[in-house]
């Protein structure tokens, strides 16, 4: 008795699964990865944001320190008495605060009175309604004042600092103001990777390492920036686990997918973001993917020729054993038919001799 044939499964019913579910297995990794990766990247762009933003810091404490040391200085106190003009001592207060900002690189340094008329300066031109001014107001009030700003006529940042000098009755009697120039205390942002940006209270950008980022804003509730001059650019925000990504086209210096970091620093007044371009993270992430799904279709298709070469040897070994049992069988006939043909024989011959 033959045995029946093994049918042979069609493939792409095994295959086709097992690709869908290594293709599933594959995106769970690249999402881990991805977010794995992004907290990577989170670490370093924060340990770079803070050092930009500490330097920044530092940089505004020395304006700083610097305008409360000379705000009681005799030379410039002296100016507050109420003489009549004394042409050497304000030339001597002159020299004195040249001589300052020049050390400390301040952009200018004036010497005010309580009703912010300049007594002495380091350079012509005061700052434009400083009597008017929010960080004027405080020095008079007896408390160290500082702002931002962008000057009218120059278009130039700088911030603003302001501290009281106070006359024998202690009472104020006049104020110090130190201007900072932004451009010089970013100088040394711009060799940072990491794109890092200022934005004060109105959501503009007031300092940054990519210059092309001066004087944006955004819009609140929006999903908008504004350019200083030109249309709105519109940016999508996705949230990958507790990670907030951009997609925004700022620039060909300007990461299109960026991981947004931000840190706020209340004692200016502003907020420091960082964008981290993300591509690398996505690179290593499609890597890992990539790895665990070619490991898994190699096991797969190792598996797949081992069941194939098994089912052609059942197959093979079915169709000898079915040739073999044709064989026996056919020989049997055969050996019927020949002990018939020999009984049949035999019964004549014996049917002849009784005959003769």
Do not use: C
């Amino acid at each position: 008795m033959s045995r029946m044939p093994i049918r042979k499964p069609t493939w792409p019913l095994v295959v086709l699964p097992f690709v869908l579910a290594v293709a599933v297995i594959g995106e769970v990794v690249w999402h881990y990865a991805y977010r794995q990766e992004l907290s990577q990247l989170e670490r370093r762009g924060t340990a770079d944001m803070s050092l930009v933003l500490g330097g920044l810091i530092s940089d505004l404490q020395r304006h700083r320190d610097q305008a409360v040391a000379l705000a009681e200085h005799p030379t410039l106190t002296a100016l507050s008495t109420p003489t009549r003009v004394n042409p050497a001592r304000q030339e001597a207060a002159r020299q004195l605060l040249v001589a300052a900002a020049d050390r400390t690189g301040a952009a200018a340094l004036f010497y005010v009175n309580i009703s912010g008329d300049v007594l002495a300066a380091s350079q012509a031109d005061p700052p434009e309604q400083l009597a008017q001014s929010d960080y004027f107001s405080r020095a008079m009030d007896g408390a160290l004042g500082s702002a931002h700003a962008v000057e009218g006529g120059t278009g130039r940042r700088v911030f603003q600092f302001a501290a009281p000098s106070f006359g024998p009755d202690g009472k104020v009697q006049g104020a110090l103001i130190a201007l900072a120039d932004a451009e010089n205390v970013e100088f040394g942002w711009r060799g940072s990777q990491t794109a890092v940006f200022l934005v004060d209270d109105a959501g503009r950008v007031f300092m940054s390492n990519r210059s092309e980022l001066l004087g944006w804003r955004g819009i609140p509730g929006e999903r908008l920036l504004v350019p200083p001059d030109g249309a709105p650019v519109g940016f999508l925000r996705q949230s990958v686990g507790p990670h907030e990504i951009w997609q925004v086209n700022l620039g060909p210096y300007l990461p299109r997918r960026a991981l947004q970091l931000a840190q706020a620093l209340p004692r200016i007044g502003m907020t420091g973001v960082a964008l981290v371009d993300v591509a690398p993270a996505r690179q290593i992430a499609a890597l890992q993917a990539g790895a665990v799904a070619s490991v898994l279709l190699f096991f797969g298709a190792l598996l797949f020729l081992t069941q194939e070469r098994r089912r052609d040897l059942a197959r093979a070994n079915a169709q000898l054993e079915g040739r073999v049992a044709e064989r026996t069988a056919t020989l049997t006939q055969t050996n019927l038919a020949l002990r018939r043909e020999v009984r049949e024989r035999q019964e004549a011959q014996a049917a002849l001799k009784r005959a003769q």
